[in-house]
């Protein structure tokens, strides 16, 4: 008797197992079948961020400025219309003269110092140094028109430059009249350079007033030197 109703016990509990999984496995379409559905993708909008790009240093005369392992300062900065014949080094002094600027521009004469603080020799050259305007054209040395005026040693042409060493450098620019803003780039010396600084030469500033009136658009107050040419207001109201 006691071994019968074990028995009757488990096939009841077996029966009763099958009829739940055969539930669970049936046709989705069977009525009380147990259906598991995955939740809805809900799409998530994510806003677009700009990345903020910092705006490079410019900087000032006998300021040092580092292009890699490479110092920069200028020490001087000089306009001319014209080089004076005075500016000719004395081995050339035989034939010294003056050398006027081209129509329209001017002379930016230039001095300045290079420190070498990698591990190898470097060398200054026609690529290290220009100059750019406000719309980024680019001026290079003048190195073949004013060698009257430059010791070869200082040219940048080939300067050789050891580590650690300091050496100096002289050159002409010649740029427009009118140019507001020139900027020196200097590099780091490499012949592909991989890093470059901009050293401020001039910045103008320009004001636009604005007045109501007939045929009126704008009148410029140009500030340049500290120097202020006030533009007479017409006589309209401002």
Known sequence: MNILYRFTALSIAVASITVVTGCISSDSGSQGSIRYQNPPIREIETAEVEPVVA???VYQLN???SAGDIDHVVTSLEFLET???ENTISSYSAIAED???ADGFQWVHLTGTVTNNTNSTQSVNSLTFSILDEVERKYEAMTTDTVLYVDNNKAPVSITVQPTQTVEWEAYFLVPSDANTLTLVASD???VPEDTV???LREV???VSVYEGDDIDAVL???EDDIVEEVEAPPFVR
């Open 83 to 85: 080089i004076p014949a």
């Open 198 to 200: 901009s050293i401020a």
């Open 221 to 223: 107050d140009v500030v």
């Open 189 to 191: 010396l490499n012949y």
């Open 55 to 57: 705006e490079p240093t």
């Open 99 to 101: 050398a006027p600027a």
């Open 63 to 65: 300021e040092v400025a």
């Open 205 to 207: 500033e320009i004001e």
